[in-house]
């Protein structure tokens, strides 16, 4: 796909956010502030934001302070803007994917996620699909988002993807975005 085609998977869940404005995530890769600490800030496992132990409820609040997340070289997470970072937990991942879109078959399939605060994702090699194992053994998957941050794939969209699994050079994978997403050896399969 060239650059300036547009990928039709993104662009039907693009469609189902309606005449939601579309700006792309501040630069935040290229501010350098100070880091003033941590705060009293959370996302749950299930996406839920919190700050003094209390939900977030504005979605637009929510949004905006998704869209200044970076994920720094030493593993934390942090809110930034161009005059302050500062710190904040993330008990899973900064996100949930919640919906998917999907077309076409094999090495020609495009998958699309849609996250909790309305980033769209193809799936590809920049944007790869990750699996692991929780505790009692379940399969967890998670999408790549930006800058290091994933969103974890809903359980419902979980049972859709492996659904679209295939065994490729002795691993249950599936294709999509020009790359094979491995989900696990098949011995283990």
């Given at each position: ?10 662009d ?84 949930v ?5 999907v ?16 980033d ?28 290091g ?6 359980r ?8 679209l ?7 249950l ?17």
């Amino acid at each position: 796909m060239t650059p300036t085609e547009s990928d039709p998977t993104i662009d039907r869940l693009s469609a189902a956010l309606g005449d939601l404005p579309r700006r792309g995530p501040p630069p935040v890769e290229q501010w350098n502030p100070p880091y003033c600490g941590p705060i009293d800030m959370r996302i749950a496992a299930d996406g839920t934001w919190f700050h003094d132990g209390a939900p977030i409820r504005r979605p637009a609040l929510v949004k905006l302070f998704a869209s200044i997340l970076r994920r720094e070289p030493d593993g934390r997470v942090v809110l930034v803007t161009p005059v302050e970072s500062v710190g904040i937990t993330v008990e899973d991942a900064a996100f949930v994917a919640v919906e998917m879109a999907v077309e076409g078959e094999g090495e020609g399939r495009r998958i699309a996620l849609r996250t909790n605060v309305d980033d769209l994702v193809a799936v590809d090699a920049d944007h790869a699909l990750r699996f692991e194992q929780d505790e009692a053994g379940g399969l967890r998957p998670y999408v790549h988002v930006r800058r290091g941050l994933w969103a974890l794939v809903t359980r419902a969209l979980t049972y859709d993807l492996v659904a679209l699994a295939e065994e490729r050079d002795g691993w249950l994978g599936l294709a999509a975005g020009g790359a094979f997403h491995r989900i696990a050896p098949l011995s283990e399969a």
